[in-house]
């Protein structure tokens, strides 16, 4: 490209990448001839949710670069290929391998690398760090022939390493320096509650220990031996400790080195030779270095920006280092002056060793401003603190009451989108403000999607999506527009009231919905909630005529479709128990059918790997064995999860396994706006962790304490207490009360958790309404529910009793064989799907046809 500027980026990383979005987005990267050298042997992936490689074990499910995205733009990309020096004089790079490049701008994106404490030992075998895909693979390898696993590091990145090695099936140590876990995020009182959190969950936490020196083990192949005299016996080891600045090659080539590290970078991010850009972990600004990727990102657009000459200048100044995450299943968040080490600074604490909640709150001298916060277990108020203190907003009389939770149902203390300024960071990731969001809503746009398409709010970590689309619903009111509640453009009604129309009207198909209170042929969206609605109200077969052809592929299936276009097969297992001639049931099915089989949380076995063909023969050998259907497929009760209960266990009060295999043989097949899982425990030591269900029951020593609206996932709850020491009889009557009026006003797809939050006067409302019968419909939910206990059907069953509606389950339309395309390979003794890369190579495939 003649005349171009000839641009060299060295390190593909995601902030490296960032760089090169960002240009590319200015519509002017054609004024380039642009240049990447990527030390891995792959292009930018998502180094921060690394930790999720372990759910594929594909690469390609962290990639960052879009297809075609280097050869649209005219980039030269050379991956595996590490610089090894920079002439300034000739502004040329090379690498280790001979090849060069030379530059107009030169742009360093090395990053960082582990730091790994020289103790003797620390690069025996088996010794790991936790930064590459690489890296990941090895300590997977590895996994394969030990049983007990040390990480050295309590940070943020050795739990995440921590629980890698746990879900690999390790006995796992975390092994800390400091005295407490995550050292310069939280304080003692927040290090103490997480280290117990992350003991139950079964890792084993040593703070305050010097590790000396490694050696062999006596039973396994390494041994740490402590400075207090202490030892670790262990088979491999994780070095977590911390990072430092990628910054050999900067040193090398003579520019600017911090005192302890670091590319000492200017606030366009310039080193000490102007023609020489460095971003990320690898620079150093004001002292600092940064080590997360929002101000990497940020160091990104301001270096683009500069070398664009948009005239603009931007500027880099510093990053809010907060954070929120979820490590090992445990909500942890960080803002600001977290330690109270500004003069003057008070703080408030809330501990609640029930619930293991520990929060604290760090105010200015009178009380006006937050500073800072530590939010342990519950880091649902970490988006309004936040907002708090980058917007220096004035806090409430009582501070205390942003983190004290509602005792009474009333809406915790919060912060209303139209009191940020227009300058409010919403989206760090991306660098959005309330005012970008505003503008582009004045502009024209007025959906959610639409909005995070513009402005790019809401598309990395997700976090902000919420406070997005309050923003969105608060400027469309403000234009006099009205807030869409629509189902979609087929209905102009909410989900709530196409089920009174349904229920009232006692419609009884789609067809017949339609032309009463719709218009079109229907969509992806309004079709599954009618055929939900549909069975919540009546209870029909699902693959009759009218409704098989709205639901969506899992519930017309009858089974989840798995990656490769195979099923998974969820018989139910009430309350968890099973008796062995069932167990050996399914072990002879999976053994026959060649399914891989795992135990899943909620106390179920699932078998994997079945083609459409094999289907319904499956159900019949495990329907005449006494099995039914689990409904793992709908939204719908999953599982009744239990302990042993008073019948084993000597700290039982009460039948835990008898409770849940009723309560799960009421409700099993019960369609709801979301899925439901619900559990039991025998005793306050919850071994059945209920109050993490959306209905939650635990046994006391004057009957049952129930508990509601908890839920897991990307957005875990804990269910509150709805009544105490209640007797079975009206333990069932409040259950099938809650789960009706559910049913009856949720949004589609609406968690339990979120549609009590939403309700006025949240959850005393919702006890007035189901114990107190304030609306006067308690009878109708009883017996709205005993109509759908009633007309229960095994839909597997009824489905192989049904030839026209075998006929359903074949892989090709016009022929009775299988799909060919079906291959897995076999991995700890059972198939997995195989990747692209193992097909090309033809690496012992394994074909169901």
């Known amino acids: 490209m003649s005349g171009a500027t000839r641009l060299v980026l060295v390190g593909n990383g995601p902030v490296g990448h960032q760089f090169l979005e960002t240009l590319v987005e200015s519509g002017k990267a054609d004024q380039f001839s642009i240049t990447i050298f990527g030390e891995e042997p792959r292009p930018a992936y998502d180094r921060v949710h690394l930790t999720a490689w372990f759910e594929t074990r594909q690469a390609e499910s962290l990639n960052m670069v879009e297809e075609g995205f280097y050869e649209s ?54 010794c790991f760090v936790y930064r590459t895909i690489e890296d990941l693979e090895a300590i997977t390898a590895a996994s394969q022939n030990g049983k007990i696993g040390a990480v050295v590091g309590g940070g943020l990145l050795g739990l995440e390493a921590a629980k890698a090695l746990h879900d690999l099936g390790l006995k796992t140590h975390v092994v800390e320096f400091a005295p407490r876990l995550m050292a310069v995020q939280v304080d003692d009182g927040g290090g103490k509650l997480l280290r117990k959190k992350i003991e139950d969950l079964g890792v084993s936490v040593h703070t ?140 408030y604490t809330f501990i609640d060793e029930q619930t293991e909640v520990y929060k604290k709150l760090v105010v200015n001298e009178d009380a006006s401003k937050v500073l800072g916060a530590v939010l342990i277990g519950d880091a649902e108020d970490y988006g309004t603190l936040l907002q708090y203190a980058l917007n220096d907003i004035t806090l409430p009389e009582h501070p205390e009451a942003m983190i004290l939770p509602s005792l009474d149902g009333a ?61 969105l619903n608060a400027e469309l ?42 218009k079109g042929h229907g969509c992806d969206i309004c079709k599954p909630t009618a055929a939900s609605i549909l069975a919540s109200c009546w209870n029909d077969y699902i693959l009759e005529a009218d409704h098989a052809g709205l639901q969506d592929t899992n519930d017309r299936m009858l089974a989840n479709m798995q990656k490769n276009g195979t099923y998974s097969i969820v018989p139910r297992v009430a309350g968890g128990e099973i008796t062995p001639d ?44 006494g099995f039914e259907s689990g409904h793992a497929y709908g939204k719908s009760l999953r599982t009744v999860k239990s302990c042993v209960g008073s019948t084993w266990c000597r700290y039982g009060v009460q039948d835990s396994v008898g409770a849940a295999i009723d309560i799960e043989n ?45 839920n897991g996932g990307m957005k875990p709850r804990h269910a509150d207490l709805f009544a105490s020491d209640i007797d079975t009889e009206t333990l069932i009557k409040y259950i099938d009360r809650f789960l009706m009026f559910y049913v009856r006003t949720a949004d589609r797809l609406q968690r339990t958790s979120v549609w009590m939050d939403n309700l006025e006067g949240g959850l005393e ?70 990747t692209d890369e193992e097909r090309e190579l033809g690496k012992d495939l394994i074909a169901v046809a």
């Open 73 to 126: 733009q005219n980039m030269v990309v050379y991956s595996g290929k590490k610089v090894t020096s920079i002439d300034r004089s000739n502004k040329v790079v090379s690498t280790e391998c001979g090849t060069t490049a030379e530059y107009d701008v030169l742009v360093l994106g090395t990053g960082s690398y582990p730091f790994v404490p020289p103790v003797p030992g620390h690069d025996r075998n088996n």
């Open 477 to 518: 009111a403000k234009l006099g527009l009205e807030v869409n509640t629509d189902l979609c453009e087929h209905f102009p009604y909410t989900r709530q009231e196409i089920y009174h129309l349904v229920r009232v009207g006692k419609i009884k198909s789609f067809k017949e919905l339609l032309e009463k209170h719709g």
């Open 208 to 347: 305050g220990k010097n590790t000396q020196q490694i050696i062999d083990g006596d039973s396994t192949t390494h041994k740490m031996c402590f400075a207090d005299g202490e030892e670790l016996e262990t088979d491999l080891i994780v070095f977590s400790a911390g990072i430092r600045p990628q910054d050999e090659l900067a040193r090398q080539s003579e520019l600017e080195i911090g005192e302890r590290g670091g590319i000492v970078v200017n606030n366009y991010c310039q080193t000490s030779d102007p023609s020489i850009y460095a971003i990320g972990e690898c620079a150093l600004w004001g002292g600092r270095i940064f080590g997360l990727i929002a101000p990497g990102w940020e160091m990104a657009r301001v270096a683009a920006d500069h070398v664009l000459a948009t005239g603009e200048d931007k500027q880099f100044l510093g990053a809010d280092m907060s954070t929120k995450l979820k490590l090992m299943g445990v909500d942890v968040a960080s803002i600001g002056d977290a330690h109270a080490n500004t003069p003057g600074a008070k703080c």
């Open 666 to 710: 009421r409700y099993k097949g019960l369609r709801s706006p979301h899925k439901l899982k619900m559990a039991v425990s025998g005793c306050t030591r919850e071994c059945a962790e209920a109050q993490s269900k959306d209905v939650g029951v635990i046994a006391t020593e004057n009957g049952w304490n129930l508990y509601v609206c908890g």
């Open 411 to 471: 809406a915790a203390a919060g912060l209303g989108v139209d009191a940020l300024p227009e300058s409010a960071q919403i989206c760090s990731c991306n660098n959005v403000t309330k005012g970008d969001l505003c503008s582009a809503i004045a502009d024209g746009t007025q959906t959610l999607g639409d909005l995070k398409a513009c402005t790019k709010a809401a598309t990395s970590c997700g976090g902000c999506t919420a406070l997005v689309g309050q923003v």
């Open 582 to 625: 069932k167990l050996i049931v399914l072990g002879e099915v999976g053994k026959k059918y060649n399914l891989y089989t795992k135990i899943t949380g909620g106390q179920r076995i699932d078998l994997f790997g079945a083609t459409v063909d094999q289907l319904p023969l499956i159900w019949k050998e495990l329907v005449d064995a």
């Open 765 to 834: 409302y919702l006890q007035n309404v189901i114990i107190n019968d304030s609306l006067g419909i308690a009878e109708e939910l009883e017996a709205e529910m005993a109509h759908v206990i009633g007309t229960y059907q095994c839909e597997w069953k009824t489905t192989i009793d049904n030839e026209d509606k075998v006929k359903m389950f074949r892989s090709f339309v016009n022929s009775n064989q299988g799909d060919d395309n079906v291959v897995f390979v076999q991995e700890r003794g059972q198939i997995r799907p195989a």
